[in-house]
């Protein structure tokens, strides 16, 4: 059984991160008829919502951008902060999207800042407990699933959170970018559109499959019942 949740929850993982980057490359290739940059987008956005504060930076990692919260930086991969295609100014939409909620005190993202020591704790126990457990077989079978049960709860809980982090700065980007004229049809908003749907996937798999691993070590302590 473990082995299926295992091969199960990888097969999520991958399909969500295959399907992102099919997207993402796809629509790599698709210009913006506007003719903007994924950082002069981000630069136009965080002026418009007055944000003088945040640095706008490159990096080389592919779809690592991301928005720093405690440094108020926003990253772009060299093929979105120079790109201008509809992938890039989608990508660069949705981190400004993240630097807008951090201005406007957005309650899920504050609380998922405020989550990630714990959270990084709690990965640390899923990585090692196992395989202390195992070599040592110092811990009895009770008390390694409820710590196992609570580090993943812990997990699933900040990728709940994240859900609504991630798709109301979709939703934001989107928006913004028909509002400001940075996408000029019906074929762009779709592209962008769907850019930015795939991403979200990446996180959904990511919840579930948290729920699963925090629900296959918390059932056997509600019933009672050892694992097959």
Known sequence: MILLLFITTMAIALLAQWHVKRIYHRYSRVPAMAGYTGAEVAREILSAAGIGDVSIHEHEELLGDHYDPPRKRLVLSSANY???????????????????????????LHLRMAAIGITSFASQ?????????????????????????????????????TLPVEFDASR???????????????????????VLNAAGWTYVAAFITSLA??????????????RD
Not at 84 to 104: F, R, W
Not at 174 to 186: D, H, I, N, R
Not at 215 to 224: A, D, E, F, Q, Y
Request: hydrophobic letters at 55%; aromatic letters at 8%.
């Open 82 to 108: 120079h790109g201008t295609s509809l992938a890039a100014i989608g990508v660069s939409a949705h981190e400004c999207g993240h630097a807008i909620q951090h201005k406007q005190a957005y309650a899920p």
């Open 213 to 226: 691993y925090f629900l296959w070590h918390l059932l056997p302590l509600l019933t009672g019942r050892d």
């Open 125 to 161: 126990i899923v990585l090692w407990l196992p395989l202390v457990g195992i070599m040592t077989g110092i811990l009895a079978m009770h008390v390694g699933l409820l710590l196992m049960a609570v580090a993943w709860g812990i997990i699933m809980a900040f990728n709940l959170i």
């Open 172 to 194: 934001r980007a989107k928006l913004l970018l028909g509002q400001m004229g940075f996408v000029e049809s019906t074929e762009e908003r779709e592209g962008v559109t769907r």
